[in-house]
């Protein structure tokens, strides 16, 4: 079992920063795939940025394509989530997920672990 403990949310204006964290209670942490994903309300959850254990390598959704970086820590196991130029429209709770295998997923389904969840507003 791994556990997830999310933090880095909070209330930022339109066109500022902030950094998600994720630590994951186990250390075989480092050698699966992680990912990001959030919940609008009334929404369904949204994909939001995946990296791969190995190389690093990481796909984003459009919506933050060039205005969110993943990278992960994996000494620390931490996986962190850096938000710039923040719109309102990515006020939502942020959820990191952790797979149990297999390779690096863009598909909520596919992730075997779940934090809490951190709370992003971003105000206009």
């Known amino acids: 079992q791994v556990q997830l403990v999310e933090s880095g949310g909070g209330l930022v204006q339109a066109g500022g920063s902030l950094r998600l964290s994720c630590e994951a209670s186990?250390?075989?942490?480092?050698?699966?795939?992680m990912g990001w994903f959030r919940r609008a309300p009334g929404k369904d959850r949204e994909f939001v940025a995946a990296i791969n254990w190995n190389d690093g390598s990481a796909v984003y959704a459009d919506s933050v394509k060039g205005r969110f970086t993943i990278s992960r820590h994996n000494a620390e196991n931490t996986v962190y989530l850096d938000m710039n130029s923040l719109k309102p429209e990515d006020t939502a709770v942020y959820y990191c997920?952790?797979?149990?295998?297999?390779?690096?997923?863009?598909?909520?389904?596919?992730?075997?672990?779940w934090g809490q969840g951190t709370q992003v507003t971003v105000s206009s």
């Open positions: 186990r250390g075989t942490f480092s050698r699966v795939p």
């Open positions: 997920g952790a797979r149990a295998g297999g390779g690096i997923s863009v598909r909520g389904y596919d992730y075997d672990f």
